[in-house]
């Protein structure tokens, strides 16, 4: 991908042809509802890139949909994480079989920490959304939407 963040603005352009997949961002925010899509394909995953997208502190995770359009290739009890700054223990945690399964699929209870649906504190400070992967993700192969809805209301 041809991201570029030369303005020095904290603006980030994408220069070259445009591939779907990779987005990520929040889609709305409605009535204290913050509903964060993330558009996923094997480059995407493989990719150092992940589009700046921040998670306000104090948010409760209400439920994760998988929507796979094509399978990923993962290996063997891989796993992709995505979440705060430690997805793998703060994050949903996809595993190889949802990945692998075209369709759609309700993900909330592969969340974590405090990202899970039962969490008692909710988020405990502001993230960014980053990526993790344990094993092997096929670059060339996979896509699908991992859309996150939270619940967030504040006074301040």
């Known amino acids: 991908m041809g991201y570029e963040n030369s303005a020095g603005l904290g603006v980030t352009n994408h220069y070259g042809a445009r591939t779907t997949g990779g987005a990520v961002g929040q889609e709305r925010r409605i009535n204290g509802v ?6 996923l394909t094997g480059e995407m995953l493989n990719s150092a890139y992940v589009a700046p997208t921040f998670i306000p502190k104090g948010c409760l995770l209400k439920s994760a949909i998988l929507r ?7 290996s063997a009890a891989g796993t992709v994480a995505l979440g705060g700054t430690v997805p793998g223990t703060n994050g949903v945690v996809l595993t190889e079989a ?59």
């Open 34 to 39: 913050i509903t964060v899509t993330v558009d």
């Open 68 to 74: 796979v359009d094509e399978a990923f290739v993962v």
């Open 98 to 156: 949802k990945l692998e399964a075209v369709g759609t699929s309700l993900v909330s209870t592969l969340a974590v920490g405090t990202w899970a649906t039962a969490s008692a504190t909710g988020t405990t400070a502001s993230e960014k959304l980053t990526k993790s992967i344990t094993g092997t993700v096929g670059a060339t192969s996979g896509k699908g939407t991992l859309i996150l809805e939270f619940e967030f209301k504040t006074k301040v």
